[in-house]
């Protein structure tokens, strides 16, 4: 009798984890055989569940991860140079704990977006906080955002959170903006969080693609220096890909 107003004050209260499994508790008989204890455990264990789902869509939301990707999905029957004993260290998370850096690097289609967003992904799953930027349209946003006010509140986001994730760096010659633009971010940063970098050229360039000498060795040693590299090589997966799906249509023709 007690039941249903029961449940309506639990989802009152806002315990939606308990209300759903008082639901399923009232059409399972076989729940008869617990104790009160044992049963309160099941619910209070429902609602906890519930939270960490509700704050994981919430931290992915936030992150605007590019890609739909988990670690436990990366692809290991094409060869790309990739250490599996490498990539379960930078899985475990421990470098991001020392606030380290991540720079990705190799020739595109090799897949370099979807890891970084697949450790961002395993990130937000280990209750940290992530965003995703692909570097030319970061510097768009920050130009607009010191036109209309915004400039040093989007700063401190990109400063504040622990994993960011700075996709397509390196496609063009950094102007005077950009390069103040990536040194504010970098700065605040610097032994406080942990950044991923992808590019498409190798590191040993990008002091040429920041162009001021001055300000590259200030960003460089900001990014490089206390980062991990994982330099990815071999063929393209969307032309391997691409070859596959070819032949496939072939062969149903």
Not at 26 to 31: I, V
Request: glycine fraction near 8%.
């Amino acid at each position: 009798m007690l039941t249903h107003p029961t449940h309506e004050r639990l989802l009152a209260l806002g315990l939606t984890g308990m209300a759903k499994a008082l639901d399923e508790q009232r059409r399972s008989p076989d729940l008869d055989a617990l104790s009160f204890e044992e049963r309160l455990g099941l619910l209070v264990d429902r609602e906890a569940a519930e939270r960490e789902t509700k704050r994981l869509s919430a931290r992915l939301k936030f992150a605007a991860l590019r890609q739909n990707a988990c670690v436990e999905d990366i692809d290991w029957r094409t060869p790309r140079g990739m250490d599996r004993a490498v990539v379960a260290r930078l899985t475990a998370g421990d470098w991001i704990e020392r606030c380290e850096n991540l720079l990705i690097t190799g020739a595109t289609g090799l897949g370099k977006s979807w890891i970084a967003c697949a450790l961002g992904h395993k990130a937000c799953r280990d209750n940290r906080s992530v965003l995703y930027h692909r570097v030319p349209r970061l510097f768009e946003a920050l130009a607009l955002a010191r036109g209309d006010g915004r400039y040093g509140r989007l700063l401190k986001t990109l400063g504040r959170v622990q994993v960011l994730i700075l996709d397509d760096w390196g496609l063009s010659v950094l102007t005077q903006a950009e390069r103040r633009d990536l040194l504010e971010i970098l700065d605040d940063r610097h032994g406080r969080a942990s950044t991923i970098v992808t590019s498409q050229v190798p590191v040993d360039t990008w002091h040429n693609l920041i162009g001021d000498p001055t300000l590259a060795d200030a960003i460089l040693d900001r990014l490089v220096h206390n980062a991990h590299r994982l330099e990815l090589t071999g063929e393209s997966l969307r032309k391997r890909n691409g070859r596959s799906r070819a032949l496939d249509g072939v062969s149903n023709s």
